[in-house]
């Protein structure tokens, strides 16, 4: 498993349910990054995290959404209270440290709330 | 000022020719500008990257220009191929407070025409 596992790929949830996506990140990476991809646009900064910390969440919805990446087990990212415009790409990326360094992506996960 | 611009929306090239797609970014903080290529239904992949200390860096059919003085990189991809058709994400970083946090453009759709 060289790779960013997130998962699931798919997801499905009614309005008002809670969504969890999780991300595992590369071997030897220690940063965690969250973006959103709509429809048809570009991928938008969501969240940055090591371990048991929260770096940067300037690009978080204030309500609804959360993140963690815990000492042991992969990243979470909860979106509480679905709502239709909750419907996006969800990528997860790694990287080794903090210098500017290559940022790996996952392949996603789809979420659709019906 | 953390904005990347990426033209063209959409480009069409027929299969031998060169695609060319640009990119402009404000912050001169940015250090890091990687592209990546993305599939439908996957994740982005890294294609190439460029730190601006060079104006140019070639890899097999890829290459990046890069003028730092008018804050503008492009990316040529010679020989185009019908499987190069994808989407194309121009992306910045730099902060050093920001680890690997991207700012992408908002893409390019690249059709090779066989």
């Known amino acids: 498993n060289a790779g960013v596992m997130q998962n699931p790929r798919h997801l499905v949830r009614r309005r008002g349910q809670e969504a969890r996506l999780r991300c595992s990140p590369m071997?030897?990476?220690?940063?965690v990054y969250w973006y959103r991809q709509l429809p048809e646009e570009g991928l938008k900064f969501m969240v940055y995290?090591?371990?048991?910390?929260?770096?940067?969440e300037s690009g978080m919805p204030k309500e609804r959404f959360s993140a963690e990446f815990p000492k042991e087990g992969p990243s979470i990212l909860r979106i509480q209270q679905v709502v239709r415009g909750d419907s996006a790409a969800y990528f997860c990326?790694?990287?080794?440290?903090?210098?500017?360094?290559?940022?790996?992506f996952g392949q996603g996960t789809r979420l659709t709330v019906v | 000022q953390q904005q990347v611009k990426q033209s063209p929306q959409s480009l069409i090239v027929q299969k031998g020719g060169i695609s060319i797609i640009n990119c402009a970014y404000e912050?001169?903080?940015?250090?890091?500008f990687p592209w990546y290529q993305q599939f439908p239904g996957k994740g982005p992949a890294l294609l190439i990257a460029i730190r601006p200390d060079v104006s140019e860096k070639k890899e097999g059919r890829f290459t990046i220009s890069f003028n730092k003085s008018a804050k503008q990189f492009s990316l040529h991809i010679m020989d185009s191929q019908p499987g190069d058709s994808a989407t194309y994400f121009c992306?910045?970083?730099?902060?050093?407070?920001?680890?690997?946090?991207?700012?992408f453009g908002e893409g390019t759709q690249l059709t090779v025409n066989p």
């Open positions: 912050n001169t903080a940015f250090d890091y």
């Open positions: 990326a790694s990287s080794r440290g903090l210098s500017s360094t290559e940022a790996f």
């Open positions: 992306a910045a970083t730099g902060d050093k407070t920001s680890g690997s946090r991207l700012t």
């Open positions: 071997k030897g990476h220690s940063h």
């Open positions: 995290l090591q371990k048991e910390n929260i770096i940067d």
